[in-house]
């Protein structure tokens, strides 16, 4: 028999105690240095309507885990296992979640922007808009 079912709150919650959760500050910094791949999770009308960080890479949550394994035919080069990878959404909830899928998959140097998308912006960094029809 199986233990109870969790809320997606507290699977969130419990992936936030494993891993690493950094702050728009720490993730500006790692981006300056140029040591880190930036991955936005969003669906590509998040990034329309909101905007997107300069320089992330684009990987929707829903091909995650087929996009981060080399062994997969959809692997995307852009994100490695020994690569620093720092994944953000719109508000942290799904990078944390996806942080806990790429550790499965072999990745160790791999965080997530706590806050997400909405902290980078109210933030004050950059932040760009999708360019339709170019």
Known sequence: MAGKAKTVA?????????IENLTVEEVASELEEGNAVLV????????IQNGFI????????????FYADP??????????????????????ARSALGVRALQEL??????????????????GQPVEKERLGM
Request: charged content about 25%.
């Open 54 to 65: 300069p320089g992330a890479v684009h990987l929707p949550r829903g091909m995650l885990e």
């Open 106 to 123: 072999g990745y160790t140097n791999v965080a997530h922007l706590e806050g997400g998308f909405r902290a980078w912006a109210t933030g």
């Open 10 to 18: 507290e699977l969130v919650a419990a992936a936030k105690q494993g």
């Open 40 to 47: 936005d999770i969003r669906e590509s009308e998040e990034r």
């Open 71 to 92: 062994a997969s035919p959809s692997y995307r080069s852009e994100i490695a296992p020994d690569k620093r990878v720092i994944l953000h959404c719109a508000a942290g």
